[in-house]
């Protein structure tokens, strides 16, 4: 079946520290695969994707590039500001593989101190 | 972007009582709505998968007569927690698909629901 191992945490960072979370997956398709973010309080909120191998998913100054071979979307910053203080969460998507379910790591927790 | 909203973002109930949560997309139809449970340590339990219409697909491990679900319309599917009791205080996220992102899979998740059970 389809799994989602990330990082555990908690990472706790200073601002303008480079930032890592680790991401890998099993399929048995071709997922679409995903980084949410969920801030203090609040439902989970779309960082970025990407869709197919070789795809660099990019914002709010993250990537995350899918790599087949070694199936992995690790979550990358060059520098972590406070507001980035959130817990992230790795996901894949397997639609054409039959289901539609989002499959979720267990969350990485950032703390980013001033 | 696609919008998703839950209500009530947070409900206090006495145990026994029953208590209905929304989830609603706000700009476009969603042919799918998931219910997810969130555990302390952040970790995200799938409970069950709606679709317009029909009932609802619950995962391993969930009680279907516990916590019901209904997805009447194309933009609204409801979560109803039955004589709840303080295990199941817990923040509840629903999530929805959008038609033009089903080759994709993404999500857009609701702000959530916090569910307190005195």
């Known amino acids: 079946g389809n799994s989602v191992t990330q990082m555990e945490g908690p990472v706790t960072l200073s601002e303008e520290a480079f930032l890592t979370i680790n991401c890998t997956y099993t399929?048995?398709?071709?997922?679409?695969l995903f980084w949410y973010v969920q801030y203090p309080g609040e439902g989970l909120q779309l960082l970025l994707k990407a869709t197919k191998a070789d795809d660099k998913g990019s914002n709010k100054g993250f990537e995350a590039t899918y790599r087949k071979e070694t199936t992995s979307f690790h979550l990358e910053k060059g520098s972590v500001q406070v507001s980035d203080s959130a817990v992230y969460f790795c996901a894949l998507s397997d639609p054409q593989g039959g289901s539609e379910k989002l499959v979720f790591g267990k969350g990485t927790k950032l703390t980013v101190n001033p | 972007g696609a919008v998703v909203s839950q209500h009530p973002s947070w409900v206090i109930c006495k145990s026994g009582t029953s208590v209905k949560i929304e989830c609603r997309s706000l700009d476009f139809q969603a042919t799918t709505m998931f219910w997810y449970r969130q555990f302390p340590k952040q970790s995200l339990m799938l409970m069950a998968t709606s679709n317009e219409g029909s009932k609802a697909t619950y995962e391993q491990g969930v009680e279907k007569d516990k916590f019901l679900i209904n997805h009447a319309s194309l933009t609204l599917s409801t979560l109803t927690v039955t004589s709840a009791h303080p295990e199941d205080s817990s923040f509840y996220i629903c999530?929805?698909?959008?038609?033009?992102?089903?080759?994709?899979?993404?999500?857009?998740f609701g702000e959530g629901s916090r569910l307190t059970v005195l």
């Open positions: 399929a048995t398709g071709y997922p679409s």
């Open positions: 999530s929805a698909n959008r038609l033009r992102d089903m080759h994709t899979g993404e999500l857009f």
